[in-house]
């Protein structure tokens, strides 16, 4: 992928929507704008993109976490073809998305972009993409360690659990998106069928408030992160007053915590 100058200026955040109804943050820095999810229509995107002070003239590139369907809308690729945005997935990604009627356009157009596990990728000058794979029941899933200039963002939503690997891959960042999930209590007690609860408490499901303090108490002691946005929060099992609780728990002073919603974007988190 040919590589832009990037001006030196400051890099953000907005989360657009995150949660089962739809998945998407665009991050920015300088003219480079990277959209991690597109599981919200393009029409949806355009409105919370704009409540964030930006238009989808302001993404130049999409990429996509794993193929669950709120993590990638039909009419969102779509507009990828229109707009000439590139779309970079893992390779079984393509291979899972090709059936999609929205997808082959995009071959078509030659707006397809492949990153592998563990390798760092160049999207442009001063910007790097790594990728780590996660235990979650959408194989491959993976979670994202971006480097924009001296500033480092963390991505990991969608996973069973947190292991050594991922505790690895994730310290050191400045800024850091984490799945609170669900409360496990919430979870046992609620009416969802037996399977789905055993799905979501499993290894290959999402990640509780308790797993992702945990994984928190390791990571804030380095110095460098000094941001948390609580990502995929469940509408049934989990409610913001749990996941802050114990998201503040693991948290020391320095270090804000976001909480991000299913339809209320959060504009202009500082790498």
């Known amino acids: 992928m040919p590589t832009r100058k990037i001006p030196l200026m400051s890099t953000t955040l907005h989360i657009l929507g995150s949660g089962s109804s739809g998945n998407a943050a665009l991050v920015r820095h300088g003219d480079f704008g990277l959209l991690i999810d597109c599981g919200l229509s393009s029409k949806e995107l355009g409105v919370r993109l704009a409540q964030c002070g930006c238009t989808w003239a302001d993404v130049n590139l999409v990429v996509l976490t794993h193929t669950h369907s709120d993590h990638w809308n039909k009419y969102a690729l779509e507009h990828l073809r229109r707009a000439k945005i590139p779309l970079l997935a893992h390779e079984s990604h393509h291979h899972q998305l090709w059936a999609v009627p929205a997808y082959e356009p995009l071959h078509r157009a030659g707006l397809l972009r492949t ?18 794979a996660v235990a979650h ?10 480097q924009f200039g001296g500033r480092t963002l963390g991505w990991a939503t969608d996973l069973g659990g947190v292991d050594e690997a991922l505790l690895a891959f994730l310290t050191g960042v400045h800024v850091l ?17 037996k399977f789905l609860i055993d799905r ?46 114990a998201g503040l728990q693991a948290l020391g002073p320095r270090v804000t915590l976001h909480t991000a919603h299913a339809s209320v974007p959060i504009a202009g988190i500082l790498l």
């Open 115 to 132: 990153y592998a596990s563990d390798s760092p990728m160049t999207l442009a000058d001063g910007i790097e993409l790594t990728a780590c």
């Open 137 to 146: 029941d959408a194989d491959p899933t993976y979670a994202l360690r971006v």
């Open 177 to 193: 998106g984490l799945e609170f999930n669900h409360d496990v209590p919430m979870q046992r007690t609620s009416r969802r069928p």
């Open 200 to 245: 979501v408490l499993g290894d290959y499901g999402h990640l509780s408030n308790e797993q992702a303090a945990d994984a928190l108490d390791f990571w804030q002691e380095h110095d460098s992160l000094h941001a948390v946005v609580q990502l995929h929060l469940s509408r049934e099992c989990n409610t913001a007053t749990l996941a802050r609780a």
